[in-house]
């Protein structure tokens, strides 16, 4: 009997064999089916033209067939599966076919099999070595930028201590001066000055702090009652002069919910909202708007800071939450809080974050893009549960009376 037509032979059996031991499921037997199928047709032309070259095409697309998880998972290999199609050969020709055709057969198609596992072992190999290329790749590029953000993160925290310190040495010295001279002239302006950089260098050192405290879940909050409207015209009065000394429109307006009475962590959230407003003033050129507003939603309020300024890329949108995710150039810093671009350390949203998340609220940044030239504008959305109670029944047990009065205004 020729091999061609002793392949013929065992089709069958060797199809049932196959399609048995391997596919689970009745969506995937069929597609599996037709996969054995020509399997079995292109074992049959390598046999017939004794060129094993002829399985290439289809193992390369079984090789490429596995996905990202398998790859991951390191488990790309089909020797199992080939295993059991030659185990599956040997049994359908030792079943249908006499001894010596059994035989005459297998001899035939052991060195295709040959073939086909050294073929499938070379290209799952190059397969794992691209994966594994690719992941040292990204590995590496994540490495690079951590260790950019962090000498960044150097140069502008020294750039940062070296304002204030200048600051205080030289009026210090300048005070030392006077009271050598003991003119009697008054110390209140250069006391203002000291006053004025040991205020900066604590503000630096407490956002070192906070990073460190969010980044290990210490943040402890202290939940009091709060009204997001009368925070937000407290704000609207702490920024007046910033904005008129950048000619920037400043407007917070009254929105449905803002008036409620919510719990949460009054100096906490201040601090968050005064990052989100700092940045606003800062990233829109003079002469911009900076528009607060906000909604109700069920059991949440909105609050959203909108600016003309220049926007952040869409690929940022996230990255600026994070430590030292400041986008500018390191040579822009600057340590004016207000001063057009003048980007600080990079601590503001991720201390903003984790502040709102302990909340148990949300904060991100809708916008177009980055645009110097157009300003295309941000919206920063806060999102804040409306807590009727505080989290704490210590807390709940001193404010009982005023829960009770804000239940029943509902
Ligand atoms: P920084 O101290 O640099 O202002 P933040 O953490 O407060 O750090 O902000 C991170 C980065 O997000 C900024 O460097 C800036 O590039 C971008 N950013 C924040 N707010 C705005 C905004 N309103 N408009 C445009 N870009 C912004």
Redesign the pocket.
């Known amino acids: 009997m020729r091999t061609v037509e002793a392949l013929d032979e065992i089709r069958r059996p060797w199809l049932f064999k196959v399609s048995h031991r391997l596919a689970r499921g009745e969506g995937v037997r069929e597609s599996f089916i037709q996969q054995l199928e020509r399997f079995f047709e292109m074992l049959t032309q390598a046999v017939e033209t004794g060129n094993p070259g002829w399985l290439e095409p289809l193992l390369i697309e079984w090789v490429e067939a596995r996905t990202q998880g398998d790859l991951e998972k390191r488990d790309t290999s089909l020797a199992p599966i080939l295993d059991q199609i030659l185990i599956a050969t040997y049994q359908a020709a030792r079943e249908t076919l006499p001894e010596c055709s059994a035989l005459d057969l297998m001899g035939a198609v052991l060195p295709v099999y040959t073939h086909v596992f050294e073929f499938v072992s070379s290209k799952e190999t190059a397969l794992h070595i691209d994966h594994v290329s690719r992941e040292i790749e990204e590995a590496k590029g994540s490495l690079e930028r951590l260790d950019k953000s962090k000498s960044d993160f150097i140069a502008i925290a020294a750039h940062e201590l070296k304002t204030p310190l200048t600051l205080i040495e030289g009026y210090m010295s300048m005070l030392r001066d006077q009271l050598n001279d003991h003119n009697g002239t008054s110390y209140a302006l250069l006391l203002e000055g000291v006053d004025n950089g040991t205020r900066r260098l604590r503000e630096i050192v407490d956002d070192m702090i906070d990073v460190s405290l969010i980044d290990n879940n210490l943040l402890a909050l202290n939940f009091q009652p709060i009204w997001i409207r009368r925070m937000l015209a407290v704000l609207e009065l702490e920024f007046s002069e910033h904005v008129l000394s950048r000619n920037q429109v400043f407007e917070v307006h009254p929105f449905p919910g803002s008036d409620e009475m919510t719990f949460g962590d009054e100096e906490r959230l201040f601090q968050a909202f005064r ?1 989100v407003i700092t ?2 003033i ?2 829109t050129p003079d002469g911009g708007s900076i528009i607060i507003d906000g909604r109700k939603l069920p059991g949440f309020i909105e609050v959203t800071v909108a ?1 003309s ?4 890329d869409p690929d940022d949108h996230i990255r ?1 939450f994070e430590k030292f ?4 150039s390191v040579s822009l810093h600057s340590s004016g809080k207000t001063k057009f671009k003048g ?8 201390i903003t974050k984790g502040i709102i998340e302990a909340h148990g609220g949300a904060i991100w940044v809708e916008s177009e893009g980055y645009d110097e030239v157009k300003c295309p504008g ?1 919206v ?1 959305h806060i999102l804040l549960p409306l807590r009727k109670v505080p989290p704490d029944d210590k807390t709940a047990k001193l404010f009982r009376p005023l829960i009770e009065v804000a239940n029943a205004d509902r």
């Open positions: 990052n940045n606003a800062k990233y600016d300024g220049i926007g952040v600026i995710g400041r986008l500018g980007g600080g350390p990079g601590l503001g949203l991720p941000s920063f």
